[in-house]
């Protein structure tokens, strides 16, 4: 009985491995699914309930993520220091923060959210060509979950990335025709 419960959800596991590669292989990610009509979620989105209560809960409505004002980092060490001081916190303590006095204009910020949007939501063959899991060559990438192979199961989500630094500038040539300013 013991042995039969064994391969029963060894089988499970290599179905589920099987589904998972074969989502990935399509590059069409979420949207593909659910421009295909999908009917029924895929195991791999699912998350079990005694996974989502081993993470804390609040229902405090109060709770605010941290605000970082960036005016005045380029005024002085100290300024700057500070700042820096309060992104770390908050990125050790929440996460998650939001920063203004950033300098970047709402119209271009709501042009990038504009680019991105019509990104997803255009012909899946256009997408496929920055559908990627190598964050190590390509600067510009698009998937489904970075760690869909790796996770219990994975988010709903699908992602378009960009990778910059100073030792990866970045190049608009490389980003996706629709994501690109236009004047």
């Not at 590059?27 to 993470?55: T, Y």
């Not at 809960?57 to 380029?74: H, M, Q």
């Not at 964050?135 to 990335?161: H, I, P």
Request: hydrophobic share 30%; aromatic share 10%; net charge neutral.
């Amino acid at each position: 009985m013991e042995i039969q419960a064994e391969q029963d959800m060894k089988s499970n596991n290599d179905c589920l491995k099987n589904e998972v590669k074969a989502f990935d292989e399509s590059k069409a990610g979420v949207k593909g699914l659910v421009d295909a009509g999908v009917s029924k979620i895929p195991p791999f989105f699912k998350h079990k309930p005694r996974v989502i209560h081993d993470f804390p809960v609040s229902t405090d409505s109060n709770i605010k993520v941290p605000l970082i004002d960036f005016d005045g980092i380029d005024k002085d060490a100290s300024s700057r220091c500070k700042i820096i001081d309060q992104i770390r916190n908050a990125c050790e303590k929440w996460g998650a923060f939001q920063l203004v006095n950033h300098g970047i204009p709402t119209t271009i910020l709501d042009e990038m959210m504009d680019g991105i949007r019509k990104f997803h939501e255009q012909d899946v063959e256009k997408k496929k060509e920055y559908y990627s899991r190598d964050y190590n060559t390509k600067n510009v990438l698009y998937n489904s979950n970075f760690n869909l192979y790796e996770a219990r199961a994975v988010g709903w989500r699908d992602t378009l990335t960009f990778i910059t630094g100073v030792h990866r500038p970045p190049n608009p040539q490389e980003l996706p025709p629709i994501c690109r300013y236009s004047p």
